[in-house]
Structure formats: C-alpha cells, structure tokens
C-alpha cells in the first residue's frame, strides 16, 4: 500500500509563493498520472495540476500560469510550486494519483491572506 505526506504548506500573503512537496513510500511515477488537488472549507476537492509518466502536464485554468508541477524520480516526490497566491487559493492541499487510488493523506495547510 502507498502512503502519501503533504507538507511545505503555512502562511502567506497575498502574492507570495510557497512549495509543497509529497513524498511517496515506493515510487509508483513510471506508471501513474500524479495529481495536486486542494480542499477549500466547504468546497468540494478539485483537482489543480496534474504530471503524467511520460511527464505531460496540465493545470486547472484557475492556476494556470502560476502553478508549476514537477516530480523527483529519485527521491519518490511530487513537488508543487505555487507563486503569485491570492486569497482563493487558500484551501489543504493534497496529493494522489489521477483519478485518486491511494488513500488521501492529512494534506497540508496553505492560508493566503494578509
């Protein structure tokens, strides 16, 4: 079974940037879409960047342009690189594979506001 931590979320204001990380118990990335989904309070979860094996990647056009995906074969990790924040990106951020088979870790916190 694959497990999933979320981290590198916190505070910041409007503008800044911040970057997530998500490490994997094994290295499922040769055969998996890997995907970034957030959870803002009283929403339902949305999926906001996804990688592909073969590396394709897409965005959901909310974070498009400023959002960057990226993986790290050798260190079993997703990253997320998210610049220009602004309030409506507040929400816990997790990862999974695309569509979602692994179950969802705690997710980590990211709270834009100044």
């Known amino acids: 079974q694959v497990q999933l931590v979320e981290s590198g979320g916190g505070l910041v204001q409007p503008g800044g940037s911040l970057r997530l990380s998500c490490a994997l118990s094994?290295?499922?990335?040769?055969?998996?879409?890997m995907g970034w989904y957030r959870q803002a309070a009283g929403k339902q979860r949305e999926l906001v960047a996804t990688i592909r094996s073969g590396g394709t990647i897409n965005y959901a056009d909310s974070v498009k342009g400023r959002f960057n995906i990226s993986k790290d074969n050798a260190k079993n990790t997703v990253y997320l690189q998210m610049n220009s924040l602004n309030t409506e990106d507040t929400a816990v951020y997790y990862c999974?594979?695309?569509?979602?088979?692994?179950?969802w870790g705690q997710g980590t916190q990211v709270t834009v506001s100044s």
């Open positions: 999974n594979t695309d569509p979602a088979t692994i179950a």
């Open positions: 094994r290295n499922i990335f040769r055969f998996a879409t």
